[in-house]
């Protein structure tokens, strides 16, 4: 069965920090992976994906991951924190060619002037 | 391209009352997925619709929610009667076979609040 840990439910950076929100998960067949945002009162932004290829993934907003298949894990990352970042990211999985995705927890992601 | 529409966005109502959650998915996508957020998770799939075809329910609790897609179009998720248990918002979902990998377009919720 398909599972997705995010490690810390609260991260906070200053702005113009470095930003790094954990995930790791559990399939049984390669998966696809995907970190969506969400911002207050609003639906789950797709944020990028992984399917195959390329390991590290770049996105909107200035965001990338990096699939690491030894350790199991796709964090997310970005150079410098906007105060604009701050919000609700979820990872999840999907197996390959399939539909049901599952979602981490989410971690919330604050960002001090 | 118009995203996926969802109303109302707030609703409250008390306990053993009936409610009612439409969802527009965008235009040309198959696929329309109901999900359930609860405070502090992740959504969790209630239902998955190919077309009008329910092909994934098996998380909906089927004593008091249901869900219809009739022209493979719009849907409705009803639940009847509501429980205290049951304030969350409601997301729906929607996607497309023709594009690859099968990601989700999210509409803004339906935030429910039972008293």
């Known amino acids: 069965a398909q599972s997705v840990t995010q490690l810390g439910s609260h991260v906070s950076v200053s702005e113009g920090a470095l930003v790094l929100l954990r995930c790791n998960y559990s399939?049984?067949?390669?998966?696809?992976l995907f970190w969506y945002v969400q911002y207050p009162n609003q639906g789950l932004q797709l944020l990028l994906k992984?399917?195959?290829?390329?390991?590290l993934v770049k996105g909107i907003n200035g965001f990338e991951a990096e699939f690491k298949k030894s350790e199991t894990s796709f964090h997310l990352t970005k150079p410098s924190a906007h105060m604009s970042d701050a919000a609700e990211y979820f990872c999840?999985?999907?197996?390959?060619?399939?539909?049901?995705?599952?979602f981490g927890a989410g971690t919330r992601l604050f960002v001090k002037a | 391209e118009a995203g996926v529409v969802q109303s109302p966005r707030y609703k409250i109502i008390e306990k053993k009352q009936p409610v009612a959650f439409w969802c527009n998915p965008i235009?040309?996508?198959?696929?329309l997925y109901w999900y359930l957020q609860n405070l502090g998770q992740g959504p969790e799939l209630l239902i998955r619709?190919?077309?009008?075809?329910?092909?994934?329910d098996s998380q909906l609790p089927k004593d008091r929610f249901s869900a219809e897609r009739l022209k493979g179009v719009d849907s409705t998720l009803k639940i009847q009667p509501a429980e205290l248990g049951d304030s969350a918002v409601y997301l729906c979902?929607?996607?497309?076979?023709?594009?690859?990998?099968?990601?989700?377009?999210f509409g803004p919720g339906t935030r429910l609040t039972v008293t």
């Open positions: 992984y399917t195959t290829g390329a390991t």
């Open positions: 619709y190919e077309n009008e075809e329910a092909v994934d």
């Open positions: 399939s049984s067949v390669p998966p696809y």
């Open positions: 235009s040309g996508h198959n696929t």
């Open positions: 999840a999985v999907s197996e390959t060619g399939g539909f049901k995705t599952i």
């Open positions: 979902a929607s996607s497309s076979s023709d594009r690859p990998y099968y990601e989700q377009y």
